[in-house]
């Protein structure tokens, strides 16, 4: 059973900093590149930040210079480290895993980032 755990999501001041974690089970973790993405209502999910089966990454062009993604094998855990955070930055913040060799792929549930004063 695959599951994909986030946590670190919540509302924070902007200019504030949060850190998000996706623990995975399940999945031969070192098979996958470890990606997050964010939807807001009413708005297509959108590719943050993604990292590759042997650490290359990529991100979407808003956040780059702020947000950092992250994987450590041994815990089989992708972070993403997000600082500068305005208020554009709200919404719901989902992980994925994707298996490099077919793109299979697997979701997490979601974890909100509120960015407001």
């Known amino acids: 059973q695959v599951q994909l755990v986030e946590s670190g999501g919540g509302l924070v001041q902007p200019g504030g900093s949060l850190r998000l974690s996706c623990a995975a089970s399940?999945?031969?973790?070192?098979?996958?590149?470890m990606n997050w993405y964010r939807q807001v209502p009413g708005k297509q999910r959108e590719m943050v930040a993604v990292?590759?089966?042997?650490?290359?990454?990529n991100y979407a062009q808003s956040v780059k210079g702020r947000f950092t993604i992250s994987r450590d094998n041994g815990k089989n855990t992708v972070y993403l480290q997000m600082n500068s955070l305005s208020p554009e930055d709200t919404a719901v913040y989902y992980c994925?895993?994707?298996?490099?060799?077919?793109?299979?792929?697997?979701w997490g549930q979601g974890t909100q980032v509120t960015v407001s004063s």
């Open positions: 399940g999945i031969t973790f070192s098979l996958y590149s």
């Open positions: 990292v590759s089966n042997i650490g290359v990454t």
């Open positions: 994925n895993a994707r298996r490099m060799i077919d793109n299979l792929e697997y």
